[in-house]
């Protein structure tokens, strides 16, 4: 009885880090969608927006945080799935109640999580960790990050390794906005079904807005 209680208090916890380091890299996420929009308007603006970025001193607090925030999410996402795997009906009766519990996104988060991590390793390795060039804008010299992006999509694999990711990306977001609303106990009736609706238009905004970015970039054809 005692260890009953003891294992539905830590679950709980859990549930709100996962709701928290979610929302907040959703926000991560909307953010460097925002921010990559630059490549739209060309070279220099791209290059002067990244360089603004990883020249501030504070790039390294926001990293560090933001590898936290991943960690902790991944790690409360393998002890949830493990708990819920011992205790399969008391979990899956929570995420049922709402009707959400059913569909493919709700279904598919463990797999989509994990597919969106492979991705961030490939990411981060082919963009950040890629070939270095230099340029000079406005008089400084910096990061032609722009280069090292328009030749990587430049490889139509490379594009449809994106085109996948963000998909993946869009439906695993498209259920988890919503499900950190319920892990963080903010499931009033009144506004469940605009926060269901919002987190679909995120998911949506995420997969279309990166998929639409990787194939611009395939159309520099490298320049
Ligand atoms: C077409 C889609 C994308 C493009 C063109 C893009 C572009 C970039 C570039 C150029 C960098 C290196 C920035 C620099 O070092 O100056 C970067 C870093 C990064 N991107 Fe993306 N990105 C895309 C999609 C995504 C997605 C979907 C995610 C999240 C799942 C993501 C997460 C990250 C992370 C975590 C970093 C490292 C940030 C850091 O260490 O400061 N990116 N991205």
Known sequence: MSSKKCSTSTSIGKKQIMGVTGLLLCGFVLTHLLGNLTLLIGSDAFNKYSHALTSNPLIYVAEVG?????????????????????????????????????????????????????????????LKFGTHYDTTVGGIEMRDIYKTTVEYFA????????????????VHVSHGFWSAFQSLGLNHPKYMSKIELASKLFGVVIAVGFSALAIFCFTRGGH
């Open 155 to 170: 490889d139509p694999i490379h594009v449809v390794i994106y085109l996948v990711a963000v998909i993946t990306l869009g």
């Open 66 to 126: 933001l590898l936290a925030l991943f960690l902790s999410h991944i790690v409360m996402a393998i002890k949830l799935t493990i708990e819920n795997k011992k205790a399969r009906p008391i979990a899956y009766h929570t995420y049922t109640k709402s009707g959400r519990g059913g569909d493919f996104a709700s279904k598919s988060m463990a797999i989509s999580g994990l597919i969106t991590l492979i991705f961030l390793i490939i990411h981060i390795t082919g």
